[in-house]
């Protein structure tokens, strides 16, 4: 039985892809499962009942459901969904570290971090999964499919509670760059003077792209952002973020409410119809550097990133390093990671 009490799935993966695990409802008007499955699925009837006499439906025990299978009550069905034909992501996933219990990588941009929508076997799971032989690794956090940088992953199920609390609970420490405009004059439009530290309050509304900033609502996210190099030619300048909250496209929301908006980001200030299969212009964000404390053995663990963001040409200064107080990590509360800049 794995954690949660969710049993794993009885079909074996296919392309690092796990099947689909269907919950019945506790009731309803269906005599058959095959009733059920042609209101819930989006297929032409004659494709779900395709799949039934190909036996693609099992139980729990692995064992095929009937076409003619009656509908039963919260019970479990597994089955494959169909692999879209996707356009391969022209980048290297770069392992960093690989060990017993994670697996640390340099996610390029334009790979999904795991399977969802219209993105499934080109995501940095499916990928590790495959090229590791390692089926059971799963992301300990998550990073947007645009942004580049380090990204954990657990090697088995026992050791994902433990290592996906460190980010749930705020338990890393995270640096981003980002590459934006540089101030025109020396001063942001919004008034605020660097380094600074934003604090407003971010609201996605369900079915919207954007996060918006509330001016009149109680802070929910918090981020410290400095300049940290200047390419006055270019007009962009490099900026370091510390985020200390995990709202939805934070950093990219919080640049863009300043008024400098992060090179390529095709979201803010304004929504570009932009090609998803175009691999030309990149977001100018990188997850640079992640240090936390190991929450199986204690030891401090600190991983980097040698990208630099899109267009900066020059080399990235050195970080500078939060205190350390008595060998610890500074906890920063970033919850989920900020796992969708």
């Not at 973020?241 to 709202?247: M, Y």
Request: glycine share 8%; charged share 25%; proline share 13%.
């Amino acid at each position: 039985m794995a954690r949660g009490g969710i049993p794993p799935s009885p079909l074996p993966q296919r392309e690092g892809v796990d099947a689909v695990r269907l919950r019945m409802p506790q009731g309803g008007p269906w005599a058959l499962l095959r009733d059920h499955l042609i209101e819930r699925i989006p297929l032409p009837p004659h494709q779900i009942d395709a799949m039934l006499a190909a036996g693609e439906f099992v139980g729990p025990d692995g064992m095929p459901l009937a076409p003619d299978a009656p509908f039963v009550p919260r019970s479990v069905v597994w089955v494959h969904r169909d692999l879209p034909d996707e356009v391969p992501v022209p980048f290297k996933v770069t392992v960093l570290h690989h060990d017993e219990r994670i697996v640390v990588v340099d996610k390029p941009p334009f790979l999904a971090t795991m399977p969802r929508g219209r993105h499934i076997r080109q995501t940095v799971l499916a990928r590790l999964r495959v090229e590791l032989g390692l089926p059971r690794l799963a992301p300990a956090h998550r990073l947007d499919r645009l942004t580049s940088g380090v990204l954990v992953l657990t090697t088995e199920r026992r050791w994902r509670g433990p290592y996906q609390q460190v980010f749930a609970t705020g338990g890393a420490d995270k640096d981003y760059l980002a590459c934006a405009p540089l101030p025109k004059g020396g001063a942001l439009p919004s008034g605020v003077v660097l380094p600074a530290t934003v604090e407003v309050h971010l609201s996605k509304p369900h079915g919207q792209l954007q996060s918006h900033v509330l001016a009149d609502r109680i802070p929910n996210s918090r981020t410290d952002i400095d300049l940290i190099g200047r390419d006055e030619e270019a007009g962009v300048g490099l900026y370091h973020l510390r985020p200390h909250s995990g709202r939805t496209h934070q950093l990219r929301a919080h640049l863009a409410w300043l008024g400098i908006p992060i090179c390529g980001d095709p979201l803010y200030p304004e929504i570009r119809d932009v090609d998803p299969d175009d691999f030309q212009t990149p977001l100018g964000l990188v997850a640079r550097r992640l240090r936390f404390r190991d929450p199986v053995d204690g030891t401090p663990r600190a991983f980097e990133s040698d990208r630099v963001p899109w267009p900066w040409s020059g080399a990235a200064p050195t970080l500078a390093v939060a205190p350390v107080i008595d060998g610890s990590i500074p906890e920063v509360a970033s919850p989920s990671g900020e796992t969708k800049e």
